[in-house]
């Protein structure tokens, strides 16, 4: 079997997800490996919930990484899943919403906003905005964006009443209005790339894709804005293969994304890696780019190779238009900058010990994973020990009423007793 530390390093602090939903009391996130729920309580630094989500599926890697909460309801949204999950905490129950998908398409919802006692949902994989009812728990209808054979949809945010969303092939920003559900498509052919991000100063919007360029643009213009003032050491990390160097600082178009997102904040606007050497910041009257700097992210040719995502890191939350906490792929470590005093610190968030076989066994199951994912190959006994492990958990965690609130689950002997079996 592979040796964890390979994968994970000695100091594994914590399990990744696709995002964060910070309350004042602590943190609900669904672990990225494997359906399983958490909340942590940040002043006690424990864990009140360990749930799984009841899908029947065995393989569930990126099955609902995304989670929103609104009032006693936590919905869970698929990327690999193929419906939307809510949890309602007051009966400590599961509801199964079904998303219509006839051709069983990778849903990838990639952002959610709730607006008006609905929740809006962008499907990339379906090419939709999804319209769920909140009282109702169900799906009201589903708006097709654009045809989804001819433009690829990436980026999304939300501005006022309205979702704004990248189109690729050719470059376009579909708007979709929650007031009066009216969809518009601007155009934006002058740029030549692949759009993978967007953010919003305000007043204009700020995109990214493969290129090393910023591209800014304004509803209701024509005119593009195009940066391409990068600091002289800014480069690519060799994450997919394909460069000689660990670091490639020559080339200005690449396979993937240079950033996975990008965020607005105070007086910048950031842009957090995906393939990208640095973090940017970029001041918004003066378009003059910076670097911020990171002690103990820079990459090696060993853990590029061994890293179960092939990429820097995951955006997990912005708090307060200020806070923005990453995920770093290499050290399993959650980063808080500060986005007005330009610092940042390593918060202490570390699962309790009481849930010590839990993230034992999380981590376990990611480097199977690692395994199992790898060129997109299956190995049959790397499936098996995969499939295995999950079915024998989840059906520990039916037969155990592990859901209650008293904080007396038994999660951690489950894990204990699937693995001694």
């Not at 890697?61 to 990327?79: A, V």
């Not at 097709?144 to 309205?162: A, P, T, Y």
């Not at 700020?206 to 800014?234: A, C």
């Not at 199977?368 to 024998?392: P, S």
Request: hydrophobic share 40%.
């Amino acid at each position: 079997m592979i040796d964890l530390i390979d994968f994970f390093g000695k100091d594994y602090s914590f399990i990744w997800s696709d995002n964060w939903c910070i309350e004042d009391d602590g943190i609900w996130f669904v672990a990225g490996a494997i359906d399983i729920l958490f909340h942590i309580d940040c002043e006690k630094n424990k864990v009140n919930y360990a749930i799984g989500i009841p899908t029947g599926k065995i393989c569930t890697f990126r099955g609902h990484p995304r989670c929103l909460k609104r009032g006693d309801n936590i919905y869970c949204l698929p990327d690999k899943g193929q419906d939307i999950w809510c949890f309602h905490l007051a009966e400590c129950v599961w509801k199964k919403i079904e998303v219509q998908n006839t051709q069983k398409v990778r849903l990838l919802c990639s952002n959610a906003w709730f607006f008006n006692n609905r929740l809006y949902i962008v499907s990339i994989g379906l090419g939709q905005i999804i319209e769920l009812d909140l009282k109702s728990e169900r799906i009201i209808n589903q708006y097709n964006l654009c045809d989804k054979n001819e433009i690829e949809l990436s980026g999304s945010l939300l501005v006022e009443h309205c979702i704004y969303i990248v189109g690729n092939y050719p470059i376009s920003i579909c708007k979709f209005d929650c007031l009066t559900k009216e969809i518009i498509i601007f155009d934006l052919m002058e740029i030549e790339d692949k759009i993978q991000t967007i953010c919003f100063d305000g007043d204009r919007f700020w995109l990214s894709g493969r290129r090393k360029k910023i591209y800014i643009w304004k509803e209701g213009q024509k005119v593009i804005t195009t940066l391409t003032n990068f600091p002289y050491n800014f480069g690519i990390y060799n994450f997919s293969g394909k460069f000689k160097n660990l670091i490639n600082f020559k080339e200005n178009v690449t396979d993937f994304p240079i950033f996975i997102a990008s965020v607005n904040t105070n007086s910048y606007v950031w842009f957090i890696p995906f393939h990208a050497n640095q973090i940017l910041y970029i001041d918004k009257k003066t378009f003059e780019i910076k670097e911020f700097l990171l002690t103990e992210e820079d990459q090696t040719e060993q853990n590029i190779k061994t890293q179960l995502l092939g990429h820097k890191y995951l955006l997990e939350y912005v708090r307060d238009s200020r806070f923005i906490g990453l995920f770093s792929l290499k050290n399993k470590w959650i980063i808080e900058i500060d986005s007005y005093k330009l610092s940042y610190k390593v918060p202490n968030y570390k699962l309790s010990t009481d849930y010590e076989f839990q993230i034992k066994e999380c981590i376990r199951l990611e480097s199977i994973a690692k395994l199992y994912y790898r060129d997109n190959l299956i190995v049959e006994g790397e499936r098996l020990e995969l499939n295995n492990f999950i079915y024998g958990f989840l059906e520990k965690c039916r037969k155990d009423m592990m859901f209650k609130k008293s904080g007396n689950s038994t999660i951690g002997k489950n894990i204990y007793y699937v693995l001694r079996d």
